[in-house]
T-cell receptor, first 113, second 112 residues
Framework: QKEVEQNSGPLSVPEGAIASLNCTYS??????FFWYRQYSGKSPELIMS????GDKEDGRFTAQLNKASQYVSLLIRDSQPSDSATYLC?????????????FGKGTKLSVKP | DAGITQSPRHKVTETGTPVTLRCHQT?????MYWYRQDPGHGLRLIHYSYGVKDTDKGEVSDGYSVSRSKTEDFLLTLESATSSQTSVYFCAISGLSNYGYTFGSGTRLTVV
């Protein structure tokens, strides 16, 4: 069974620090990787996507992908209290259009002022 | 915001009654999905649709049915609600491009 694993946390970091969120996946055929942010009581919101090995940066967020090791990570620089949320990793062979986007259970991040 | 709305936002229903949740999109996206989210289980796919009248089962489809008669609407029906179906239900949409899913605001369903 295809799985996506995340540390459930909570991960607590001080304001201004770098938060590092990790995700491993079991399906070696995976090609599309996504990070979603979900505030308590709200719906998941796509914040990053990555398809090639290496780093992808978008503002304070950097996604890192290593297909050989089957892991994806999300770095949040200069963490703010507003970043406090649950972060979901999602993995698919083809972007998920065939209903095969697999979600991890999420890591809860708490940024302390 | 992407044009995706779910209704109702909250519902309390009794065991054994049928319940229909509605997902409506204005993006003309081909693909639509129904997920449930429960503590300890994360997001689990119930059913999805890849076109009008084209649907398929997901991981947790037992006790649920879906219909899609128009591109913009995807209905999820709990045929006879049970307490185990108390959950938060999310609809999601995606287009042909590989940009991931956009989620609706969710429906919190309580079966008593």
């Amino acid at each position: 069974q295809k799985e996506v694993e995340q540390n459930s946390g909570p991960l607590s970091v001080p304001e201004g620090a770098i938060a590092s969120l990790n995700c491993t996946y079991s399906d070696r055929g995976s090609q599309s990787f996504f990070w979603y942010r979900q505030y308590s009581g709200k719906s998941p919101e796509l914040i990053m996507s990555i398809y090639s090995n290496g780093d992808k940066e978008d503002g304070r967020f950097t996604a890192q992908l290593n297909k050989a090791s089957q892991y994806v990570s999300l770095l949040i620089r200069d963490s703010q209290p507003s970043d406090s949320a649950t972060y979901l990793c999602a993995v698919s062979r083809d972007g998920g259009s065939q209903g095969n986007l697999i979600f991890g259970k999420g890591t809860k991040l708490s940024v302390k002022p | 915001d992407a044009g995706i709305t779910q209704s109702p936002r909250h519902k309390v229903t009794e065991t054994g009654t049928p319940v229909t949740l509605r997902c409506h999109q204005t993006e003309n996206h081909r693909y639509m999905y129904w997920y449930r989210q429960d503590p300890g289980h994360g997001l689990r796919l119930i059913h999805y649709s890849y076109g009008v009248k084209d649907t398929d089962k997901g991981e947790v489809s037992d006790g649920y049915s879906v219909s899609r008669s128009k591109t913009e609407d995807f209905l999820l029906t709990l045929e006879s609600a049970t307490s185990s179906q108390t959950s938060v239900y999310f609809c999601a949409i995606s287009g042909l491009s590989n940009y991931g899913y956009t989620f609706g605001s969710g429906t919190r369903l309580t079966v008593v």
